[in-house]
Each structure stands twice: as C-alpha cells, then as structure tokens.
C-alpha cells in the first residue's frame, strides 16, 4: 500500500494532501475537500452525478483516482460561478426549471459547460447526445435540454 | 466501492513502464482506467500495482503514413470521435467510437485499452477484424507487430506478454470505393452491445465486392470473424439477396449466450438483421 504527496488544483486554488493510492477522486472532493456538491450515485460508473471538469474535460470521478489528478486541474459545481455571479449553466438551470430534486444537477452542469466548450451552439439532438452519460430520474431531461439551451445562448453574448 | 490498497507508480518512459510490469507479474496498466477501476470497485480485480502510461508522451496521435492509419494506443474515444479524418475516411472506426459508453467516459477510455482489456463486449475489436488492422507492442523483448486476427485468445485474454504494452493500431488506409459501418444495439445509452456488427468493404471497378470483413461484438467469448460471410460476398454484386445471404452466414457464425441482454436465438436473429443494416450502409458510403 502507498500513499502519495498530491497537489491538485481545485477551482483555481492549489491543494497539498497525502493521498493513497487507492482514494477515488470523488471521495477526495468531498471528504478531504469538503466540497459535497458532487454526488455519487451509482457503483458504476453509470450516472455521471459525479461529473467534474479534469484538465477541462468533463469526467466521471467516481473512476478515476486523486492521484491520478496531481499536477492537474479539477473544477467542481462550487468552482463555477465568477465573483459570485452565477455561471451561465446555473442560471439556466434556474431560470428554466432544470431540476427537481436536484442530485444529478451538479453533474448534468459540469457536462453541459464541457459540452458547450466543445460545441457553443449544439442542436437538440446533440444537448441530448453530449449529456448521455448523466441520468436524470427526476425531469425526464425536457427541462435540462432548455436550462443548456439557455445556457447557450447566453454565453454566445 | 472502496478498491483494495495497491502500490501505484507513474513512469515517465515507456521503457520505465515495461520494466515496471516485467518486475511486477501481477501488475496492471492503467490507461483510461474505465474497465479497470470499476472492476477494482467491485474488487473483481485487484492488482497489487497499478503503471499509470497516461504521462507517456508521444502515444496519442492520428495520422495516415505508409498506407496506413496509424493511431497512439494512448489515444481517447473523444478524439477519435471527434477526428474529422476518420469520420471522413474511416466511418466505420468513427462510427465504433461513437457508442462506446458515453461521452464521458470516452474523455478518459483509450483505444489500446479497448483492444487489451479483451472485454468480448468491448467494441474497438469487432471493428479491428473488420478492417484486418494490427496492432503494436512493446515488451522487455523489444517491439512486434500483430495481427489483429492473432491478438484475442479469450474473454479478457490477448496475446500480450505481461509485459508487454500496446503502442499503435494501425488500420490499412482508406481506399476509395470502400466504406464501412458500426450497428450496435444497446438496451440504453452507454450499455455494452447486446450484439453490434461491424463491416468493411470494398468494391471493384466492375461493381462487385473486391474485400469484405465483417467482425461480430459481444457473441461469443471473443470477438467474432465472420468468415463465410466474407467469403459469401467477395466477387459478387452486393445486391440484396448477397447481402442477406451473407447476413444469415454471419448469424451462424456467432456464439451467442443467453443472459440478461437477450436469448440465444434473440442475438442471433440481432446479428443478422445489424448484418444486413451494416453492409448496406457499408455499400452506401463505399458508393459516395
């Protein structure tokens, strides 16, 4: 067993911690971290309430390790908003009733602002297709394609 | 849940990694990690020592060289989706890409962990048939190329040495009047294939089928070559009753078990209807 000196940035701030080898990056956000707004949801890897951004490309960090992210970036659901204002995808969510309960949000989010990195101007089709590894049991997904079409919209200016 | 504790080391050469593996026989290689980890969680695996290869440089890439297309085996699903190359040239490779879980696990799964996980559900493999690809691998005794039809031996076993790690998948490069197309048939978005076909043609200057290769995923305990299929089609017009013909041999050829994603005979009859679907969509983009 080994356990490894880790420096991960973590919504722009820099973060020590002595890890072992086998602690998943989920459970480094919210145990060590403290920050509980990625959820886990399944044993799988079949949810995405997990979803984070690692090196700006959204992930399931229910499967991959923390010290798989040393020297790396991670943005989490706390990390987006600027200066206090929301981030465009929270608003959306907000403004469009994108959630019901509210656990597969974070993660539908942190999909969405990797998917619109990709793609700023996605057809509805393609909402729906860049957000299929994240499971909504609440909304049935109506909502959550027009929070990211907000979303969309918004960030084009 | 929780993995079982193991040694982890992240080496900054490949020669550091093989050398890593030779040292250690109960080692596993940690790419993409999204077979592994999950198997980990459930503690169906348990690898006293993970080699992270992600540091690796120079083992993601996508080109044509040689009359071939060469791609790193570090290589993620994502680009491969994303690579205009191959949805252009190589629709059947951009259309296997496509339905490999989702797309966030395809930001971190890679192509060489596709083919050496071995998993008979994986999809990357029926398609390599298909296209009669190779692979390459580096182990303690230096590099070797091999065919894609010498590489599966069982569910989760391939030909690699312990030490060995694949570096490159090489796919002949694209002739025109050839194309080649994925039908995968999932229970959901990200599910494996409760049968998937792949298939690669080529048509001659007077019309009919000069190559084919059909590969069957998740049917059997490795990926399948459906050669008398292959065979039912080459030199002959692919009209509609060659298709079928060839579709029926393909049916046969797979080793369907029973289980939770459908009987026997269900995947069979799957294999031949995605059979018929791939080869005319196959022919269609061969035409265009």
């Known amino acids: 067993m080994s356990t490894h000196h880790i420096n991960v940035t973590v919504n722009g701030a820099v973060k020590e911690a002595e890890v072992e080898s086998r602690l998943l990056l989920v459970h480094f956000i919210r145990e060590d971290l403290n920050l509980t707004g990625t959820h886990i949801g399944c044993d799988t890897t079949s949810c995405g309430a997990c979803t984070v951004l690692f090196n700006g490309k959204p992930v399931k960090s229910c499967t991959v390790f923390a010290v798989q992210a040393d020297g790396g970036e991670v943005t989490t659901v706390e990390g987006l908003p600027t200066n206090g204002k929301l981030h465009p995808i929270q608003e959306g969510f907000t403004e469009m009733h994108g959630l019901q309960c509210g656990f597969c949000t974070p993660g539908m989010m942190l999909s969405a602002v990797g998917l619109l990195q990709q793609n700023p101007d996605p057809t509805e089709e393609e909402i729906r297709w860049g957000l299929s590894g994240n499971l909504c049991r609440c909304t049935g997904y109506v909502n959550i394609v027009k929070a990211v079409q907000y979303a969309a919209e918004k960030m084009k200016g | 849940m929780i993995p079982p504790a ?39 695996a348990s690898p006293p020592l993970l080699v992270d290869i992600n540091r690796l440089e120079g083992l993601a890439y996508i080109r044509e060289e040689d009359g071939w297309l060469k791609i790193g085996a570090l290589t ?122 792949a298939a690669q043609i080529t048509i001659g200057a007077t019309g009919k089928c000069e190559d084919a290769g059909i590969g069957l995923t998740n049917v059997g305990l490795t990926p399948i070559k459906a050669t008398k299929a292959e065979e039912a089609l080459k030199g002959k017009p692919l009209d509609d009753a060659t298709i079928r013909q060839a579709a029926q041999l393909a049916s046969e050829a797979a080793e369907p078990v029973g289980d939770q994603r459908g009987s026997e005979d269900y995947k069979r009859a799957l294999v031949k209807t995605l059979t018929v679907r791939a080869l005319r969509k196959a022919l269609e983009r061969a035409k265009s």
């Open chain 2, 76 to 197: 993620r699903e994502a680009d491969l989706d994303g690579s205009d190359l191959i949805r252009q040239k190589y629709p059947l490779l951009a259309d296997t890409a496509r339905t490999i879980a989702d797309p966030l696990v395809r930001n971190m799964a890679t192509v060489g962990g596709n083919l050496a996980h071995a998993d008979p559900a994986n999809d990357h493999p029926a398609t390599m048939l298909a296209y009669g690809a190779q692979v390459v691998a580096t182990g303690s005794g230096g590099e070797r190329t091999i065919p894609i039809g010498q590489f599966f031996e069982g569910p989760f076993q391939t030909v690699l040495a312990h030490d060995e790690i694949l570096t490159e998948i090489r796919i002949p490069a694209a002739k025109s009047n050839s194309g080649g197309a994925y039908f995968k048939l999932e229970r959901k978005v990200g599910d494996f294939a409760t049968a998937a076909v």
């Open chain 2, 6 to 44: 193991f040694d982890y080391a992240v080496p900054k050469t490949l020669n550091d990694a093989v050398a890593l593996l030779g040292q250690n026989p109960e080692a596993k290689v940690l790419a993409g990690g999204h077979s592994l980890i999950p198997m980990m969680k459930f503690r169906l």
